[in-house]
């Protein structure tokens, strides 16, 4: 799918390896977890979930101020796509609130209320950028 963004010369060779591991990380992590737990032994999901995503988390959040404008990878609103200045404000602040977002998800493993840490954290780094992006949107269209 990168190869298809018109926008893919643009995008650093960093970038693109990062893109390109995620998945098979996740893949081997979730396969690790399932082949301990079917074998017997205690997998601890609740512990290593929450250390492995707010890892990736820190790793994507790390990248995203330096990623170019993609139509396959990053923020993908029109705000953001129409304006490259939008684009790297967003991804400044994305890439901010997604490494601290991952830091509370690792903190969050060793608590007994994970799923109370979980949903907010999702929100903030969601919603974050993208109220921020048109926030940007509507003053420079003023």
Known sequence: ??????KYDVMGNKVKAVILWIIPAVCIFCSSITLVTGLGYD???????????GFIFIVIGNYLPKMKQSYIVGIKIPWTLSDEDNWNKTHRLAGFLWV?????LMAAAFIKVKGFVLIPVLI???????CYSYFLY????K
């Not at 997998?43 to 995503?53: C, I, S």
């Not at 903030?124 to 950028?129: A, C």
């Not at 509507?138 to 269209?141: D, E, F, Y």
Request: charged share 10%.
């Open 1 to 6: 799918m990168l190869k298809v963004d018109p």
């Open 43 to 53: 997998g601890n999901v609740g512990f290593f979930a929450p250390l492995f995503v």
């Open 100 to 104: 601290i977002s991952g830091i509370v």
């Open 124 to 130: 903030v780094m969601t919603l974050g950028p993208v």
């Open 138 to 141: 509507k003053n420079k269209s």
